[in-house]
């Protein structure tokens, strides 16, 4: 179907900031790997690919794929505490998985549905820590 083929075509597209965590005994990344924008694409791991970072001091890892249109949340940033979809602006609470605000630009119009509809399922969320420099699952 298309969507099977516009999720495919959005995962090609989204490369960059990518590590990968096998063999490293529940280790994905170190703080340092994260960049500027404290967040990263981490694959490979018992969960799967999924987004992981610091916001406000707190790691934190969460399902990569954004509820709208399935951009890698990895590929994001964050916006006072929360992970912003790097496609449509979108917002997650990192805590919580939860969409906190729907698809900004030409989507916005539609934001409150999008948000009560696709965004109702909240994102899953993972244990994690900081050790030894690097963040790893609980």
Same mark, same amino acid.
């Given at each position: 179907?298309?969507?099977?083929?516009?999720?495919?075509?959005?995962?090609?597209?989204?490369?960059?900031?990518?590590?990968?965590?096998? /063999?490293?005994?529940? %280790?994905?990344? &170190?703080?340092?790997? $994260?960049? @500027?924008?404290?967040?990263?694409?981490?694959?490979?791991? #018992?969960?799967?690919?999924?987004?992981?970072?610091?916001?406000?001091?707190?790691?934190?890892?969460?399902?990569?794929?954004?509820?709208?249109?399935?951009?890698?949340?990895?590929?994001?940033?964050?916006? /006072?505490?929360?992970? %912003?979809?790097? &496609?449509?602006?979108? $917002?997650? @609470?990192?805590?919580?998985?939860?969409?906190?605000?729907? #698809?900004?630009?030409?989507?916005?119009?539609?934001?409150?549905?999008?948000?009560?509809?696709?965004?109702?399922?909240?994102?899953?969320?993972?244990?994690?820590?900081?050790?030894?420099?690097?963040?790893?699952?609980?």
């Amino acid at each position: 179907s298309w969507l099977v083929s516009w999720r495919s075509w959005v995962v090609r597209c989204n490369t960059r900031s990518m590590t990968n965590s096998k /063999d490293n005994d529940g %280790r994905l990344i &170190s703080i340092e790997e $994260l960049g @500027d924008s404290q967040v990263a694409v981490v694959e490979d791991t #018992p969960h799967g690919t999924i987004a992981v970072g610091i916001s406000e001091g707190e790691p934190f890892a969460v399902s990569n794929s954004c509820r709208h249109l399935f951009a890698s949340l990895g590929k994001g940033d964050l916006e /006072d505490g929360q992970l %912003r979809c790097p &496609s449509h602006h979108a $917002l997650y @609470d990192v805590k919580s998985g939860k969409m906190t605000r729907g #698809p900004q630009g030409g989507f916005k119009v539609i934001a409150s549905p999008i948000k009560a509809t696709l965004g109702a399922r909240a994102l899953k969320v993972y244990p994690v820590e900081v050790r030894e420099g690097a963040i790893w699952l609980s």
